[in-house]
């Protein structure tokens, strides 16, 4: 690897960031560019995976992830008439020697900006920089910015290599994919909230309850209890519904469009409808994901993330996977001699997995099995195994691991993706 290479990055969201932290891992000083005016805590809940976790742990942030999230420690499922279908231990209660956490999306980005800052420098980050096209030729990428906030053109900075973690609407996928049209609507609403409550069940718990015919729920808490002895539960509301709005996160959900689906969901480990009645706020947002694509790069170009592999926010992958690719890229690039030998490769590695997530998000991803559950038994029933067995419970969970890449034997035994290469 060439110490003096010069990457530049374009998007200051979770990707882009894991992807600076990863660089200046390799003993690199990457630069990041960033369209919004100023990098602050937005969206709601995610999960991170023990694959992902692994990364952050090698990147020395372990301990900042347990003061900030919640470690989850079983995922339960049921039917939306409350009964249990399956429990299963999660991360370091499953084996894995790495835990999964629940946290809230913006106070992973905060974690790793603040991380980036201080390892990077203050100066590493511009922020207001919409990055609107780039050239290359066989030495350098050219890339022309403007500022976000007036539209006046800025300074074109040049750079060895490039990585576009620029999201779902990236500017630089569309250069090369200019016909591909808006993201694909998947046919089902979200709204996402937050709400401040006491905890339920072992207060480490994530619950997928419910069909999306009639309505179903994602719930666990991502944050430790205030001196109050509450805990910022977040729930995701998902209906399978024809009513399309464009993606934007900071869209208000309104209660009388969705909160009639959970009237009756007062479980005796959670009531449902006050939860829903007391959120914080609310958000309106569809699943929708785009087609995979057969290059991510081009020359001295690469894309990652989600301006690489959008996919649903299903299945606990959607930031655990930009983390990987950051990682893959950076060991990549460390052990090659030629970076874009490295761009080659990353996208040889990463591609086909994240193909794979993106489709099983789209068919039988984890949450396949409510909707078998539900399609077997419309009406309640008294023992779950009456109409699956744990046989094929067991099989479906093992079959979306071993796809995502969290299979348990597998990421416990496999090298770094950076560090093995260290004499």
Same mark, same amino acid.
């Given at each position: 690897m060439d110490k003096a290479l010069d990457v530049l990055i374009i998007g200051g969201g979770i990707g882009g960031l894991a992807m600076a932290l990863s660089l200046h891992d390799i003993g690199l000083k990457p630069r990041v560019f960033e369209q919004a005016k100023e990098i602050r805590p937005l969206g709601v809940g995610i999960n991170l995976l023990p694959h992902s976790i692994r990364e952050l742990t090698e990147l020395?942030?372990?301990?900042?992830?347990?003061?900030?999230?919640v470690e989850t420690d079983e995922l339960r499922f049921y039917t939306q008439y409350g009964l249990?279908?399956?429990?299963?231990?999660?991360?370091?209660?499953?084996?894995y020697k790495w835990p999964q956490f629940s946290i809230h999306r913006g106070e992973?980005?905060?974690?790793?900006?603040?991380? #980036?800052?201080?390892?990077?420098?203050?100066?590493?980050?511009?922020?207001?920089?919409?990055a609107v096209d780039l050239s290359q030729d066989d030495d350098k990428v050219s890339v022309s910015f403007q500022?976000? %906030?007036?539209?006046?053109s800025l300074t074109t900075e040049t750079a060895d290599i490039v990585i576009a973690a620029d999201g779902i609407h990236s500017t630089i996928r569309k250069k090369y994919y200019p016909d591909e049209g808006d993201p694909i609507y998947g046919g089902i609403n979200l709204w996402r909230g937050t709400t401040w409550q006491k905890p339920f069940l072992s207060g480490q718990t994530m619950i997928l309850a419910g069909t999306l015919k009639t309505g179903k729920m994602v719930i666990y808490p991502i944050t430790q209890p205030n001196k109050d002895g509450k805990t910022l539960i977040n729930w995701v509301a998902e209906v399978r519904t024809d009513s399309y709005k464009n993606n934007e996160w900071s869209r208000a959900g309104q209660l009388e469009d969705f909160a009639h689906r959970y009237a009756d969901w007062n479980f005796d480990w959670l009531d449902v409808p006050s939860m829903i009645q007391n959120a914080e706020q609310i958000f309106e947002y569809p699943m929708v994901d785009r087609d995979p694509v057969d290059r991510w790069n081009f020359g001295?170009?690469?894309?990652?993330?989600?301006?690489?592999h959008p996919m649903y926010s299903i299945? =606990?992958?959607?930031?655990?996977?930009?983390?990987?690719?950051?990682?893959?890229?950076?060991?990549?690039?460390?052990?090659?001699?030629?970076?874009?030998?490295?761009?080659?490769?990353?996208? =040889?590695?990463?591609?086909? #997995? %994240? %193909?794979? #997530?993106?489709? =099983?998000?789209?068919?039988?991803?984890?949450?396949?099995?409510?909707?078998?559950?539900?399609?077997?038994?419309?009406?309640? #029933?008294?023992?779950?195994?009456?109409?699956?067995?744990?046989?094929?419970?067991?099989?479906?969970?093992?079959?979306?691991?071993?796809?995502t890449g969290y299979d348990r034997d597998t990421l416990n035994n496999r090298g770094s993706l950076v560090t093995q290469l260290d004499a």
């Open positions: 020395g942030l372990l301990e900042e992830l347990r003061a900030t999230g249990e279908i399956q429990r299963e231990p999660r991360g370091t209660k499953a084996g992973l980005q905060m974690l790793l900006y603040k991380a #980036v800052l201080e390892r990077l420098g203050p100066d590493c980050i511009k922020t207001a920089h919409t500022d976000s %906030t007036t539209g006046e001295r170009v690469a894309l990652l993330g989600d301006s690489a299945g =606990a992958n959607g930031a655990g996977q930009a983390i990987l690719d950051a990682r893959t890229l950076a060991g990549l690039l460390k052990s090659m001699d030629n970076p874009l030998d490295a761009l080659k490769a990353y996208e =040889a590695d990463r591609l086909p #997995v %994240t %193909t794979g #997530v993106v489709k =099983a998000n789209r068919g039988d991803g984890p949450d396949y099995l409510l909707e078998i559950v539900a399609e077997r038994a419309p009406r309640p #029933v008294d023992d779950i195994h009456s109409v699956i067995t744990q046989e094929e419970i067991e099989e479906i969970g093992a079959k979306y691991r071993k796809i």
